[in-house]
Nanobody
C-alpha cells in the first residue's frame, strides 16, 4: 500500500504562483508514474501534469509553459509549480500514482493510489 499526501494549495490572485507537493509513504518513482489531476465543481477529473518512471513529463495544453512537474527521490515527493495562475485553474488538485495514468476520469471509479486533494482557488 502507498499513501499519498498533498499540500500547498490555497487562495491566490490571478497571475500568482503556488507550489503543490505530493509526498509518498515510500519510494515509488521507479515503479509508478505520478500525475497531478484537478477537478472543478461539475467537471471531470483531468490530468494536468505527469512524470513517468524514466522522468519524462507531459502537460495539459492549457497549462504548458505555466506549470512544471518535478520529483525529489530523497523526499519521495512530486511537486507541481504553478505560475501565472488563472481563475480557470481553480479546482481541487489530486496526485495519483499508477502504472498507467488516464487523461481523465468521467465516473466515480478511480485507479491507483490517490491523495486526499488540496484546494486551489484563483481570484480574478
Amino acid at each position: 500500500q502507498v499513501q499519498l499526501a498533498e499540500s500547498g494549495g490555497g487562495l491566490v490572485q490571478s497571475g500568482g504562483s503556488l507550489r503543490l507537493s505530493c509526498t509518498a509513504s515510500k519510494s515509488i518513482f521507479s515503479t509508478y508514474a505520478v500525475g497531478w489531476y484537478r477537478q472543478a465543481p461539475g467537471k471531470e477529473r483531468e490530468l494536468v501534469a505527469a512524470i513517468t518512471t524514466d522522468g519524462g513529463t507531459n502537460y495539459l495544453d492549457s497549462v504548458k509553459g505555466r506549470f512544471t512537474i518535478s520529483r525529489d527521490y530523497n523526499k519521495n515527493t512530486v511537486y507541481l509549480r504553478m505560475h501565472i495562475l488563472k481563475p480557470e485553474d481553480t479546482a481541487v488538485y489530486y496526485c495519483n500514482a499508477d502504472i498507467f495514468l488516464r487523461e481523465h476520469y468521467s465516473g466515480s471509479t478511480y485507479y491507483g493510489y490517490w491523495g486526499q486533494g488540496t484546494q486551489v482557488t484563483v481570484s480574478s
